[in-house]
């Protein structure tokens, strides 16, 4: 589906209908959160379910509504420097690790900025002409959904640290089925094109489509699941240097690490910490909750290796794998950086990616948590190489 | 008055009154608190003030209900450990940096333990015998009233982190009369008594009683005002390595100070962020929220010194002096140790004092957030030479 | 050259000269330095001279002369552990931040180590067969000559924390011309291939030889030199946060950077410590001491970008380039990974660079400090992106 | 002896034999260390060898040599700030945690600057008046004598941390006699005097003699032995936190001690890292190289208390005791406070002691590495109450 070229076309009731679709969807991730829940900011790489209601708020404020909505009053002045994350172009900002110290405004009334906004947005969808707002205002609900994921997994670590093992929901799916042996699916070598081809919307880190050079090799057609991953931690994989780059064996051992966050294991039973509250490991699932160190240790101990992300698009391109994009993000062996040709975006907004180029690894696909239509294959996710709170996992590649 | 004496003759009725009033008063002070407010925790020294409402009721439910009333049904076994602030001696305690973190039980939750555990200590003193709980009940009324001022600093200090400046109540006082120079008071060298008496009740380190050889002083009649402290700061005392301690210096310039807590100047105007929000300097009003590191370099700057804890015991017994306990508490040249003979009190109530003996200095006297008929002039307070968060200000004492 | 190739064919007593050339240029280093001048360790990421001197023999003994030569006696036991960098296969290693507090064994001692090994050697050269240690003394002595160029690091960073500023030795160099206007050659798109054929030396990281797509570029004939970045500081870059990577900009405020490591301005004159001790800056010389960051950030600046390590690669094959390998190691915009099909060499000797791709950039050509000979054209060098202590430079490249 | 009178009295030829054999016992503490082992800073706390010979020469030059001495040449003007440990009365001083990183100027040169200053000062001695200098002569050797014990001290530090445990010096006693039962003196209750009466030389913070009031107590006859505190160890004392002082027990965790500093236990043999290198522990030896927290806590468990300084001092002085001076200090339970009516000697000297009057403990007595006749019964000794690496033991008092 093409985002752009319909919001092109439709009538500004249909966009007003996606707009509100969208941001209902925030509303409803935090619907059986107290005041107190949204408040918590539980370390600085985590951010207030508050703070992300507000800050979404905040995104169309500063790049569409006081820019071009005439008249606009602004819900609060204070906002624009509370409610930056990061962007030094448009001013000062808040300290990042003192969001969670925020108790005011409340959570009812960041509620109250989102619907004078949402008001306000309406409005200008309705006496703007389109070509002023097309592009900011996609940007602005593409934000918004990685806002969505943003909260599940901040939230969830919040909940993590509490001994009482609080729930997030009520368990939603049925039982995993048996996972299937691995398979492999041999991609032939050659020059490939990747990144998006700027027809519908993309970040602009997905830019420009360029071609790459492959070397043959083979693509696992499911992701490994906790049970491949218990076999690695059972096999002393997180007390053998060997397994690990040297980097990654400092944080093990700077962090004690053991087994993927969330996990803990009690009279020989492992169980994990979710969305669902506590709950067994079950063998059959994905793998979640892991460092790129770990996925690449994992890789490394199982004789194979992580694909590169030209590799990944590539065969998820031509198609045919499972777990593309609804299980677990899939960590690449690929440094995040600028691909060939790449200029960010003007203005502020050019801060969007472009400057966390460095320091950071790439995933490719989804997660559980990613939001219906969010998510591309040419879309790059990316985290620092010892972050674990995302919905990362592991799928393997080889020669 | 000897509070203990009249525990002992009261009827069963006049006791819980007295208990319900110092229950209820906690109540008043997050009377216009969110849950937010009452959630976070802004520094590791510092506790939420819901922790603060539930660890008072956990004392009580610790050391008098599980032990004395019969079949007594702990509210939520977790609090045990979720709410144990310090002692060993009663088991594990939850980590506390991360009070800040515990989103549940929720605030409303926290207020039905309150009323839980007070329904069941009304039971407790209407059926067992007092001589079982009247010291561990005067102990634990005592310890709610400290948490009462705690909780009024840990907000302050909360607050005073949002840009938005909130006030946590509407001003309260007339304006300050214009301070009277200051006068001093000779006060006799010889051999004097210092120490609680045995009469009443008092923490364990405020005795036993005993003799000190005091050289003759003289003592301030009333306590240094921020005017006072404006030419201290306008004198170049924070740039000034020679007035200051080794270790105070230090702090100085890894703490950036340039002025008390709180303190900000903008336009060459100074104001201090109160409970009532940010206010103008008052050159009249008792100086608070300096260290002792700062009382101590203030002292030296003005020709003077800090009064030690046995000068400050015996002015104030000998009376005729303003501010003793009413405006801020009063640093003492004193590090906080051992009386003479002093024997902690048997039990995990020992940890109560005893154990914090060690890198703390003594204050004297009460402030303006000390519950009415909370201090003596035996009460020793005491906190880190650096801390700055409590209300606590100078009175100055020479040879 | 084709070392190994020379290696395999000559006579033992050429293979032996060139073993003591080797060994003798590092004594050269070292030979103005006091005992307590190679005492020292001025950082963690540094070594002391001294450390070096010997880690250098315990290569050549754990690698060599145990495993080879019969009858080998150690020199000392003890150096096993004391003087293994890094090599988790091969046992124990002293801790890397205390390796400047090795007092003992002394220098003297290690003077004497080196040529208990120097000795052992050449029996082994002429006694054991070159197949069984021609790669791994080709390996042992270019790992001798990196740390000939980390000696020089670490001095000169040792040596420019001591206020007197301390040369390490005279100025060599006649004054350095005035640098020409830059001049860009453009390279075309295409299919080339980079990383070493495998015919003479090269460590495992620089292969192996594999295809990559570019598109056109253009590659600067000369580096920045000192009077270009001189001017990237007169126009604030220091204080741009929209020029720098996010990581970047925390480095410049967490550390204070205004300008290079090394450089200080007084009275509006710029100098720079050097191993000639402090001397003034000047404006045609190559830029030295910066970091990824500040090569990135100043490369931004001047519209422009670094090179990716492919088209460093091909460019310097193409030829026509100055100060390709004699000046400054040149930045690139590639982090430090695998190439495809790499396979780390068998044993702890394949923990010499397979464990550090991550969090790394790589550097190509060489620099003043690099022993002659010991670089080419497919070398990969790489450090963290705030290292600055490097003989680091910047070339730059444009679309 | 009463040194001060002797000085004023004796010739100038008897003083400068006093001075020469004072700086001389300097030089023989490090005549059996190397260039290297003179310039390593093993902690933050200690400082080189090389530095300790250099600052005292400064301590002369500054405070006698340049303000008394006509036509007096420094060394080297940069020493003025090299050699400055912490008067900032005098001017700026170098970084101290980088002590260690001078390797400039070289040992040989300290030496030259030690000749230097002290052909000065015997200039001086001859030809200006005794009373412009007598009493800063007097405090400029007893400072001599200090860092002489500081040397040994931070000596044994560094060498502790070598693996090859070299031992500083051979064995030098005889073994230690089988430890009598300890026996406990009483001592009245009663008002006494310490501190120094003012005849003879005595460090500023000895003084003003004042009255004390004292309880009945009890002293103990002999120092706590290793054997004592190993019953201590075995009865899991590091693993009991009721027997500790909070930050005490925090330090116990955070330090992982389970031992006094240098101990170690392999195979269930306990040994200690001495001066005289790697020793097994002896049962009748005098305890060394504990906490302030460690004292404490042993004298909890043991049943018994720390004296106070007053205790001490009024024990020593009424006589009887053993191991008062010669095998280690004493840890009291006093907090490092001034004398009433303490004033701070004039100018940069009267920073020798006052400013670390907080946050450190005091120890009385002397050590086996004290200079003979360096210590006094007043002599005030302090470090902060985690401080291990003093030659520093219990004696243990009772009411």
């Given amino acids: 589906m093409n985002v ?105 009334e960041v509620y109250a900025y989102r619907r004078h906004v949402d008001a306000a947005m309406l409005r200008l969808v309705d006496a703007v002409p389109p070509s002023k707002w097309r592009d900011l205002l996609e940007l602005g609900l593409n934000h918004e959904q990685q806002h969505q994921e943003l909260i599940l997994m901040d939230v969830q670590h919040a909940l993590s ?30 020059l490939y094109e990747i990144g998006h081809n700027a027809s519908g919307f993309a970040f602009d880190n997905e830019g420009p489509r360029h071609r790459v050079w492959l070397e043959p090799y083979a693509f696992a057609d499911r992701l490994v699941t906790m049970g491949d991953y218990l076999q690695f931690i059972e096999a002393g994989g997180y007390r053998s240097p060997e397994l690990w780059l040297s980097d990654g064996w400092a944080t093990v051992e700077a962090e004690g690490w053991i087994a993927p966050l969330y996990w803990a294991c009690e009279d020989g039973q492992w169980t994990r910490f979710s969305l669902e509250g506590r709950v067994p490991i079950d063998p059959n699932e994905a793998l979640l ?37 609804d299980c677990a993000w899939q960590w690449t062996a690929s440094p ?54 995302a919905f990362s996992g592991i799928r393997l590649a080889r020669a």
């Fill in 4 to 108: 752009t070229a319909q919001l092109r076309d439709d009538a500004a009731e249909v966009i007003a209908q996606r707009f509100r679709d969208v941001r209902d969807a925030t509303l409803g991730l935090t619907v059986n959160l107290s005041a107190e829940d949204c408040q918590v900011q539980s370390m600085p790489d985590a951010s207030p379910a508050k703070w992300h209601l507000a800050h979404g708020s905040w995104f169309f404020e500063t790049f569409l509504l006081t820019p071009l909505l005439p008249d606009y009053e602004p819900f609060d002045q204070a906002f624009a420097i509370l409610f930056n994350s990061y962007y030094v172009g448009v001013g000062e900002r808040f300290s990042r690790p003192h969001r969670g110290l925020l108790t005011r405004p409340s959570l009812d």
């Fill in 289 to 325: 909750h892991v460092s790129f160190y770990e996925a690449d240790a994992y890789a490394r101990w199982a004789g194979h290796r992580l694909p590169t992300e030209a590799e990944w698009e590539v065969a998820a391109t031509l198609g045919g794998f499972q777990q593309i994009a």
């Fill in 336 to 389: 995040y950086t600028a691909y060939p040709g790449f200029q960010p975006a003007t203005g502020a907004v050019g801060e969007y990616n472009a400057k966390f180029m460095v320091n950071q690894f790439v995933l490719r696909g989804g997660s559980l948590a990613t939001p219906q239509g969010h998510t591309r294959l040419t879309y790059r996710n990316f985290f620092p190489p010892a972050a674990r709170w």
């Fill in 161 to 190: 640290l509490n001994p009482l093992d609080p729930a997030y929901r009520q368990k939603l799916a049925d039982p995993v089925l048996a996972a299937a042996p691995r398979t492999w699916t041999e991609i032939p070598g050659g």
